[in-house]
């Protein structure tokens, strides 16, 4: 079959010549292109190489190449990569065929994106000895000891190639994804590495001086990096931001669509989204030097192309028959609800939120696992959302119930993975689940479809980052359990300390996405059965061939909470519980409520004043109410070792509300005993004043504390300084605090730290004595 189609490619190349140009997007596409540089671009084509009624084709490609050269221009036809993966048209031989329909379209260049090494590194050496184009990648080198016979440190690709067109010299250099290393299986590219940040932006601006020293007019960076703030550090924005000279950035890979280009300083970015659905054009004029680009796309009837090379459509389009054909006499089953596993955000698909698609693939993997090994074996199962492609039915327009084929679950599961059964503790799950879903609510491919697990995720609650992850470019938790919480295995609670087992497929099993924790499992069992063929054998021997109601919606294994029922962006406090939430100093009272009208308790007040200090160790004997079980016990013996408060006669009373006036006297003697110097100013403004406690006004606490901006009236006039103080206000003060602390003035006698001990300021006698904070 490829030696047939070899043939046909080869006779179309000879064919080609003779095929008469649509010029069916008007006639002023072509009208004023004479003498000029134009250059085609695509990217993440995906296997949609046919021409239909949503999507160009790599044909129409073609046929646009040749219809401008026709009308006198100087072209350059570019790809930015993941072009060999995607539908079983190019997966069915693993990308070879792609690599055939690009050199028959005339491609001159291209730079490989992550998807190319899906089937390993060897594969895309092997599929590209034929190709009729170049391949460009400044940032691949060979490792030391690689299986390739690579000498170590060397370029893998090309990494620029020179275009003389006729009176143009256009200089292009490739960039390939640093996210490759965990976006492709790890170990199908072993032996090779891919420069990030600051090293692959070193080469970016050597490729670029080396071709400025060439002479060339144009420079041009074919790199497949994105935009998507998963990559920053490695994007195309940041290569443009430190690089000089690169006139026109082809990107790929965050699926970004530039209607006209972006301008970045003096760089034109352009990227034309997915799937074939726009084809990218960039005209330079070298009369005024200006570049204008756009895109033809095939959804704007006024910018829409309709040439299209006849004999390639009709290759491509036998080819896609036969292939399809084959895949969907194979019918396994029958689905009666629709299987969602589309990677969107509106609705939210697999790499944001659970979906029955994740349920239904998961519960085959722990079946399939325990199938192998025993029941009971495994304990749970894992897959990360990005490694399910699509729905089932993937038709909008389909019918329920549906025949599910086996073009189906290469449609869906197109990358070979195996299940695999690892060993690792509760802690590395706990991690691995933390760090798959840092960027949530941003789609992630790492996001965890799950089966056996169960776990909140708080997007509220900020990705702590820790050290980044060696051979990747994410970044390992820095506290896992933050937003993960609530963790179950097998309906109970997560053991840190235990040994579980999980299956999964290969790709995760070896550290790719962001389960690099996976690498050290202590324990891995291979089945050597493909995923899809473990969905297929669960539909056959579980299901009796029919997926039904039981799969109709999510389980409810992951809940998500993206913010408090009760907060809203419109809200006075909302900068104040932002600050409090991001540095960790106030939760919510459940997983819905933060309740920002609450009363304020002692215990609340000085445990946010505990966390701000950074919760040190604390020992010693606490106040004679405080329990060991209760969870302000840490809290409170600080502030009693370090004077921050004495008590009521001995007592914590860490369940009392307190006032505005008791919260400002926590706050005044938090900062006098820190070492800072407290001025008071007139509360005359305010008409209340006269209601100010005793204590509070021999104390001067309020004086002080207005006098900082740390406390506000409710009003202009009104104090309110018997009212109970509110969350919501507890927050603000710590705001405020953290804005004007580097204003307020040190005495000089602590050198601004929390002292040890200390009897604080005397006590008042009298009646007023237990309503005091302090």
């Given at each position: 079959m490829?030696?047939?189609l070899?043939?046909?490619?080869?006779?179309?190349?000879?064919?080609?010549?003779?095929?008469?140009?649509?010029?069916a997007?008007?006639?002023?596409?072509f009208?004023?292109?004479?003498g000029?540089?134009?250059?085609?671009?695509?990217?993440d084509v995906?296997g949609r190489?046919?021409?239909?009624?949503?999507?160009y084709?790599?044909?129409?490609?073609?046929?646009l190449?040749?219809?401008?050269?026709a009308a006198g221009?100087?072209?350059?036809?570019l790809?930015?990569?993941?072009?060999?993966?995607?539908l079983?048209?190019?997966?069915y031989d693993?990308g070879a065929?792609?690599?055939?329909f690009l050199?028959?379209?005339g491609?001159?260049?291209m730079?490989?994106?992550?998807?190319?090494?899906?089937?390993?590194?060897?594969?895309l050496?092997?599929i590209?000895?034929?190709?009729?184009?170049t391949v460009?990648?400044?940032?691949?080198r060979?490792t030391?000891?690689?299986?390739?016979g690579?000498?170590?440190?060397?370029?893998?690709?090309?990494?620029?190639?020179?275009?003389?067109?006729g009176?143009f010299k256009?200089?292009?250099?490739?960039l390939?994804?640093p996210?490759?290393?965990?976006k492709?299986?790890?170990?199908?590219?072993?032996?090779?590495?891919?420069?990030?940040g600051?090293?692959?932006?070193?080469?970016?601006?050597?490729q670029?001086?080396?071709?400025?020293?060439e002479?060339c007019d144009?420079?041009?960076?074919?790199g497949?990096?994105g935009?998507?703030d998963?990559?920053?550090?490695?994007?195309?924005i940041?290569?443009?931001?430190?690089?000089n000279?690169?006139d026109?950035f082809?990107d790929g890979h965050?699926?970004?669509?530039?209607?006209?280009g972006r301008?970045?300083?003096?760089t034109?970015?352009v990227?034309t989204?997915?799937?074939?659905?726009?084809i990218g054009?960039v005209i330079?004029n070298?009369?005024?030097?200006?570049f204008?680009?756009?895109l033809l796309?095939?959804?704007?009837n006024?910018?829409?192309?309709t040439?299209?090379?006849?004999?390639?459509?009709k290759?491509?389009?036998?080819?896609n028959?036969l292939?399809?054909?084959?895949?969907?006499?194979?019918v396994?089953?029958v689905?009666?609800?629709?299987?969602?596993?589309?990677n969107?955000?509106?609705?939210?698909?697999?790499?944001?939120v659970?979906t029955?698609?994740?349920?239904f693939?998961?519960?085959a993997?722990?079946?399939?696992?325990?199938?192998?090994?025993?029941d009971?074996?495994?304990?749970?199962?894992?897959?990360?959302?990005g490694?399910?492609?699509d729905?089932?039915p993937?038709a909008?327009?389909a019918?329920?119930?549906y025949?599910?084929?086996?073009?189906?679950?290469?449609?869906?599961f197109?990358?070979?993975?195996q299940?695999?059964?690892?060993?690792?503790t509760?802690?590395?799950l706990l991690?691995?689940?933390e760090?798959?879903?840092?960027?949530?609510?941003?789609a992630?491919g790492a996001?965890?479809?799950?089966a056996g697990?169960?776990?909140?995720?708080?997007?509220?609650?900020?990705?702590?980052?820790g050290?980044?992850?060696?051979?990747s470019?994410?970044?390992?938790?820095a506290n896992?359990g933050?937003?993960?919480?609530?963790v179950?295995?097998?309906g109970?609670?997560?053991?840190?300390?235990k040994?579980?087992?999980?299956?999964t497929?290969d790709?995760t099993?070896?550290?790719?996405?962001t389960?690099?924790?996976?690498?050290?499992?202590?324990?891995?069992?291979s089945?050597?059965?493909?995923?899809?063929?473990?969905?297929?054998?669960?539909?056959s021997?579980?299901?009796?061939?029919?997926?039904g109601?039981?799969?109709?919606?999510p389980r409810g294994n992951?809940?998500?909470?993206?913010?408090?029922s009760?907060?809203?962006?419109g809200d006075?406090?909302?900068n104040a519980?932002?600050?409090?939430?991001?540095?960790?100093?106030m939760?919510g009272?459940?997983d819905?409520s933060?309740?920002?009208?609450?009363?304020?308790?002692r215990?609340t007040?000085?445990?946010?004043?505990?966390?701000l200090?950074g919760s040190?160790?604390?020992?010693?004997?606490?106040?004679?109410d405080?329990?060991?079980?209760d969870?302000?016990?840490?809290?409170?013996l600080?502030?009693?070792?370090?004077?921050?408060?004495?008590?009521e006669?001995?007592?914590?009373?860490?369940?009392?509300?307190?006032?505005?006036?008791?919260?400002a006297?926590?706050?005044?003697?938090?900062?006098?005993?820190?070492?800072?110097k407290?001025?008071?100013v007139d509360?005359?403004?305010?008409?209340?004043?006269?209601?100010?406690?005793g204590?509070a006004?021999?104390?001067?606490v309020?004086?002080?504390?207005?006098?900082?901006?740390?406390i506000?009236?409710r009003s202009?006039t009104?104090l309110?300084?018997?009212?109970?103080?509110?969350?919501?206000?507890?927050?603000q003060?710590?705001?405020?605090?953290?804005?004007c602390?580097?204003?307020?003035?040190?005495?000089?006698?602590?050198?601004?730290?929390?002292?040890?001990?200390?009897?604080g300021?005397e006590?008042?006698?009298?009646?007023?004595?237990l309503?005091?904070a302090?």
């Amino acid at each position: 079959m490829k030696r047939s189609l070899t043939f046909l490619l080869a006779l179309i190349l000879c064919l080609s010549f003779l095929t008469i140009g649509g010029f069916a997007a008007g006639e002023e596409l072509f009208a004023d292109v004479n003498g000029k540089l134009v250059v085609i671009h695509t990217n993440d084509v995906h296997g949609r190489d046919v021409s239909t009624s949503s999507q160009y084709g790599t044909a129409a490609v073609a046929q646009l190449k040749k219809d401008f050269e026709a009308a006198g221009a100087k072209v350059l036809l570019l790809s930015a990569g993941d072009a060999i993966q995607g539908l079983p048209l190019v997966n069915y031989d693993f990308g070879a065929t792609a690599i055939e329909f690009l050199s028959a379209a005339g491609y001159d260049a291209m730079s490989p994106g992550n998807h190319e090494f899906d089937w390993g590194a060897q594969n895309l050496f092997d599929i590209l000895e034929d190709a009729d184009f170049t391949v460009l990648s400044a940032n691949i080198r060979f490792t030391a000891g690689n299986e390739y016979g690579g000498e170590a440190g060397k370029l893998v690709f090309e990494a620029n190639k020179v275009f003389a067109l006729g009176g143009f010299k256009v200089g292009v250099f490739g960039l390939t994804t640093p996210e490759t290393f965990t976006k492709a299986h790890p170990d199908k590219v072993k032996g090779i590495e891919f420069l990030q940040g600051n090293e692959m932006f070193a080469a970016a601006q050597a490729q670029v001086d080396f071709l400025k020293g060439e002479g060339c007019d144009v420079i041009i960076c074919l790199g497949h990096l994105g935009i998507d703030d998963e990559s920053t550090g490695n994007r195309s924005i940041d290569v443009i931001e430190a690089v000089n000279g690169i006139d026109i950035f082809i990107d790929g890979h965050s699926h970004s669509a530039f209607p006209n280009g972006r301008e970045e300083g003096d760089t034109l970015l352009v990227s034309t989204g997915t799937a074939l659905a726009n084809i990218g054009v960039v005209i330079y004029n070298p009369k005024d030097g200006v570049f204008a680009a756009s895109l033809l796309g095939i959804a704007n009837n006024e910018k829409a192309y309709t040439g299209i090379d006849e004999e390639l459509a009709k290759i491509i389009s036998d080819r896609n028959t036969l292939v399809t054909e084959t895949l969907k006499s194979n019918v396994i089953g029958v689905t009666e609800v629709l299987l969602y596993g589309r990677n969107t955000t509106d609705p939210p698909g697999v790499r944001v939120v659970e979906t029955n698609l994740g349920n239904f693939a998961t519960d085959a993997l722990l079946w399939l696992a325990n199938r192998e090994y025993g029941d009971g074996f495994a304990d749970a199962a894992l897959t990360n959302g990005g490694g399910i492609r699509d729905s089932i039915p993937n038709a909008a327009d389909a019918e329920l119930p549906y025949e599910i084929t086996m073009l189906d679950m290469v449609t869906v599961f197109p990358f070979g993975n195996q299940v695999e059964v690892i060993e690792i503790t509760g802690a590395q799950l706990l991690e691995a689940l933390e760090a798959a879903t840092f960027s949530n609510p941003a789609a992630v491919g790492a996001f965890p479809q799950v089966a056996g697990i169960e776990f909140s995720l708080y997007n509220y609650i900020p990705y702590e980052q820790g050290e980044q992850y060696a051979g990747s470019t994410y970044y390992a938790p820095a506290n896992p359990g933050s937003r993960i919480r609530n963790v179950r295995v097998g309906g109970a609670p997560l053991n840190l300390n235990k040994v579980y087992r999980i299956a999964t497929n290969d790709f995760t099993a070896a550290g790719g996405d962001t389960y690099i924790v996976f690498k050290d499992k202590a324990a891995s069992y291979s089945t050597g059965v493909a995923m899809e063929q473990a969905l297929i054998d669960y539909v056959s021997e579980v299901l009796d061939g029919v997926v039904g109601d039981e799969y109709a919606a999510p389980r409810g294994n992951i809940k998500i909470f993206d913010t408090f029922s009760d907060i809203n962006k419109g809200d006075w406090y909302i900068n104040a519980f932002t600050y409090v939430f991001e540095n960790s100093l106030m939760t919510g009272i459940s997983d819905t409520s933060w309740a920002p009208n609450a009363s304020v308790t002692r215990a609340t007040a000085f445990m946010t004043l505990y966390r701000l200090e950074g919760s040190p160790e604390v020992t010693g004997e606490n106040f004679s109410d405080v329990r060991q079980a209760d969870w302000f016990y840490d809290a409170a013996l600080w502030a009693k070792n370090t004077g921050v408060s004495e008590g009521e006669n001995g007592r914590f009373v860490g369940n009392r509300n307190i006032t505005r006036t008791e919260l400002a006297a926590i706050f005044v003697r938090y900062l006098e005993l820190k070492g800072y110097k407290l001025e008071t100013v007139d509360l005359s403004q305010y008409t209340d004043e006269g209601s100010i406690p005793g204590w509070a006004v021999e104390q001067c606490v309020l004086a002080k504390i207005v006098g900082t901006g740390i406390i506000k009236g409710r009003s202009d006039t009104i104090l309110a300084p018997n009212a109970t103080a509110t969350r919501a206000e507890l927050a603000q003060m710590l705001l405020n605090m953290d804005e004007c602390i580097d204003d307020l003035e040190l005495t000089g006698e602590t050198e601004g730290e929390t002292p040890e001990g200390g009897d604080g300021p005397e006590e008042d006698k009298g009646e007023e004595e237990l309503l005091m904070a302090a």
